[in-house]
């Protein structure tokens, strides 16, 4: 943009924002210098900065003169409406802004909250709490939800569900992005379903694209996201529960799934709760030297016959 | 420039917010040059709602160690975060209220309600559960960081198939994600 026309929209910005009641075109083109001798120049030029004041998100109210006049439109810029409000802060709320900005460890998002800090309190910020605190790092697609979210818009992707091999697509009218036990989730109003649903995020297979719609279902006001996430525990409640018998200090990827876990001098006992024998089948088996399975009985068959098949594909004998 | 008149919308709070401010400070926080700098600012000053007396944007910079805004007409707040700003920001206060270990989840708790009477509609698009950890582990954890002990822990790693016992001298602790790591 030439300086020349940077000066007159910062004209008009200072003109349209200063003015109490809305102005004519007229008064507008008698204050803000630069718009041109002839009518049709200025009629170009001041729809053009119109236009590039709403482009930056400006509001620029359209309203009429007077209540006698409602046909003769005038324009302001509520000062309310654009600016932001005084907000008052201690010292330590400054420095908790700066560390939940600093949180984010994906540039995009670090950059908007950096951006946000900054309009909420703008004064320089000289000593920062270090507290080392980690959010989203190398996580994909987050930007992208946040984003969709914020504007209201639905979003499309493909995705691989936990008993899926093949990849469906979703349309979803995302509402919150929620981190549980170390993953992602988009949760959402999955509109071919009609339902509530939450997708994990490193199951979309390629991008989660935000579409040019509106979202369908908005998040009702009183969505209890607890109700999901308590759900999913309770649904643990209702696995079925495993028993596998483990050497002392051997085999940590079933540990860590364990929900109790009972130490003893030749075996430890861990409890663990599955849905689906694929959970845990493949990492008993392949640890077979150092496990036992002890319940329930359909559990221990299915890892005998993998190791039993392993066994015999690689001529190892019994 | 395409970008100047955004610049000298951000521009122009920020003085008024720093007030006293170098040329220099201004160049580090907007990423330009001290040239760019005292350009934008020479805009300023010629522009304003009325080009008659006293109609324009008024600061002092003759001492480039030291910019005085006396008259912002009207223009001496940032402009209102997006909707996505407004997420990004509570989004991170949301998380770290999360860990009151790490921080003063009151304060935190407090500063959501700040922004968002000032902002109504901003709300933060993420939900954090926090890995449960067993009060009695979080409070041997914080009592040998005080004291300066060092701690037995059985810890399972993940990576490699052992459990191991191991003796640590723990510094501190830190979140990633939704759980807590203990550095030593």
Redesign the interface.
């Known amino acids: 943009?030439a300086?020349a026309r940077?000066?007159r929209?910062?004209?008009l910005?200072?003109?349209l924002?200063?003015?109490r009641t809305p102005l004519t075109r007229e008064q507008i083109r008698e204050?803000v210098?630069g718009y041109g001798e002839s009518n049709e120049a200025f009629e170009r030029m001041f729809e053009r900065d119109k236009a590039?004041l709403r482009d930056?998100?400006i509001p620029v109210e359209t309203k009429p003169v007077d209540l006698f006049h409602d046909d003769v439109l005038g324009y302001r810029i509520d000062?309310s409406?654009?600016?932001?409000?005084?907000?008052t802060?201690?010292t330590?709320?400054r420095a908790?802004?700066s560390?939940?900005?600093s949180?984010?460890q994906n540039a995009q998002?670090?950059t908007?909250?950096k951006?946000?800090?900054?309009?909420?309190?703008?004064?320089?910020q000289n000593s920062d709490?270090s507290?080392?605190?980690?959010?989203?790092?190398g996580r994909r697609h987050i930007t992208e939800?946040?984003?969709a979210?914020?504007?209201g818009k639905t979003v499309a992707f493909e995705y691989v569900g936990l008993n899926q091999s093949e990849v469906v697509k979703r349309t979803i009218d995302p509402w919150?992005?929620?981190?549980?036990?170390?993953h992602w989730y988009l949760?959402g109003f999955d509109q071919e379903k009609g339902e509530v649903r939450t997708f994990r995020t490193d199951r979309i297979v390629g991008d989660l694209v935000e579409t040019k719609h509106d979202i369908l279902e908005s998040m009702p006001s009183d969505f209890d996201?607890s109700a999901i996430?308590e759900s999913w525990e309770h649904s643990e409640k209702d696995a079925t529960i495993a028993s596998v018998l483990v050497r002392?200090?051997?085999?940590?990827?079933l540990?860590?799934l364990a929900t109790s876990c009972e130490i003893g001098d030749e075996w430890d006992m861990l409890t663990i709760p599955y849905h689906h024998e694929s959970q845990l089948v493949g990492l008993i088996a392949s640890?077979c030297d150092v496990t036992r399975v002890k319940a329930p009985q359909s559990l221990h068959d299915s890892v005998s016959r993998v190791v039993t098949t392993t066994l015999s594909v690689h001529n190892y004998g019994k | 420039?395409?970008n100047?008149?955004?610049l000298?919308?951000r521009l122009l709070?920020?003085l008024?917010?720093?007030n006293g401010?170098s040329l220099s400070?201004v160049a580090k926080?907007f990423e330009i040059s001290e040239k760019h700098a005292l350009e934008l600012i020479g805009?300023?000053v010629?522009?304003?709602?009325?080009?008659a007396g006293g109609g324009l944007?008024d600061i002092d910079f003759e001492d480039s160690d030291s910019i005085f805004v006396s008259d912002a007409?009207?223009?001496d707040?940032?402009?209102?975060?997006?909707?996505?700003?407004?997420?990004?920001?509570l989004?991170?206060?949301h998380?770290?209220e999360q860990?009151p270990n790490?921080?003063?989840s009151e304060?935190?708790a407090?500063?959501i309600r700040?922004?968002q009477q000032?902002l109504p509609n901003a709300d933060s698009?993420?939900?954090?559960?926090a890995?449960p950890i067993l009060s009695s582990i979080s409070q041997v954890v914080a009592e040998a960081i005080s004291s300066k002990l060092s701690i037995e822990i059985k810890y399972?790693?993940?990576t490699?198939?052992?459990?191991?016992v191991r003796v640590i001298d723990p510094v501190?602790t830190?979140?990633?994600?939704?759980?807590i790591y203990l550095k030593s």
Do not use: C
């Not at chain 1, 002392?248 to 990827?253: N, Y």
């Not at chain 2, 010629?46 to 080009?51: D, K, L, M, N």
């Not at chain 2, 698009?125 to 559960?129: A, C, D, G, K």
């Open positions: 943009m300086r940077t000066e929209m910062l004209n910005l200072f003109v924002l200063n003015s204050r210098p590039a930056l998100a000062r409406d654009w600016l932001m409000p005084e907000i802060l201690t330590q709320e908790y802004l560390l939940a900005a949180a984010w998002l670090s908007a909250a951006q946000a800090v900054s309009s909420v309190d703008a004064r320089e709490i507290v080392p605190v980690s959010l989203a790092k939800i946040l984003a979210i914020a504007n919150r992005a929620l981190l549980h036990s170390g949760v996201l996430t002392p200090g051997r085999a940590a990827s540990r860590v640890a | 420039m395409a100047d008149l955004e000298l919308i709070p920020w008024v917010a720093n401010a400070e926080h805009q300023l010629v522009t304003g709602p009325s080009q944007v007409k009207a223009l707040r940032p402009v209102k975060l997006s909707e996505f700003e407004a997420s990004t920001l989004g991170g206060l998380y770290l860990f790490l921080v003063d304060i935190v407090g500063l700040k922004i000032a698009p993420i939900n954090v559960v890995a399972a790693g993940v490699k198939d052992d459990l191991s501190k830190y979140s990633q994600d939704d759980s």
